[in-house]
């Protein structure tokens, strides 16, 4: 596993944390991109299967979800960022390493995890982990980094993004033993960017995502089938 360590320091530092959802999902642009994160897990879920977020970071959208009743932990490797969501979600939030997952094996109908793989060069061993803790026919749906101007070790930024081809993310889940159901573009821009713009443009942005060839867009949501 190559890993950004300075990305697992950046989310345990408290003030990280603790501004996380003011700089991310807080403005109304970020709240339309969280809409359209939570209509992918919407799409492939139900409210009665077993799913589990990974680096669900404050829980923003496993806590969306929990709220409409459904039956849905996350996992964090940051205890800072677990609190800074309130409260402990009726012990549904774990700390722990999404390379090395306290579950079981087969232990989860679905999975869903955003805003990470782009934290890591290498998604080989996440990938594995999420297979193993699937169940057969059980459902990932992730997002993925094709194109970032982050692409330098910004300490305030908490390091670089790394960018991965389509081709390469299906290779890794096709070794990991899953089957592409789909990928398809979220985000024209990454998310940080686009829940910075003035709503207007942000709808505009998405609204015209139809335009734009896909392969061009900056985030991409994956949506695979454990074999
Ligand atoms: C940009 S935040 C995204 C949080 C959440 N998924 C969201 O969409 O708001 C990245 C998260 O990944 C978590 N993370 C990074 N490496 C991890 C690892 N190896 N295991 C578990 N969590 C990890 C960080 O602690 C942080 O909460």
Known sequence: MVASMDKRAFY??????GS???????????RLAQELELAAVRRAFGPREKVVELACGTGRLMRTLLGEGWDVRGIDQS????AAGGG??????????VFRLPLPDRAADGLFCFRFTNH????GGFF???????RPGGT???DSMRWSPLLW???????????????RIAAWLEEAGFAVESVEPLFPIGPYLLGRLPLALARLLLGGRGLIPARLQAVAVWLARRR
């Open 12 to 17: 345990r530092d408290p003030r990280v944390a």
């Open 20 to 30: 996380y959802e003011d700089r991310r999902s807080a403005s109304p642009a970020g």
């Open 79 to 82: 205890p800072e960022m677990l």
């Open 88 to 97: 402990d979600a009726g012990g549904r939030l774990l700390v722990g390493d």
């Open 120 to 123: 890591y060069a290498e998604l």
């Open 128 to 134: 594995r982990e999420c297979s193993r803790v699937l």
């Open 140 to 142: 990932l749906v992730c």
């Open 153 to 167: 070790d910004s300490p305030r930024l908490g390091g670089r993004n790394h960018c991965a081809a389509d081709r």
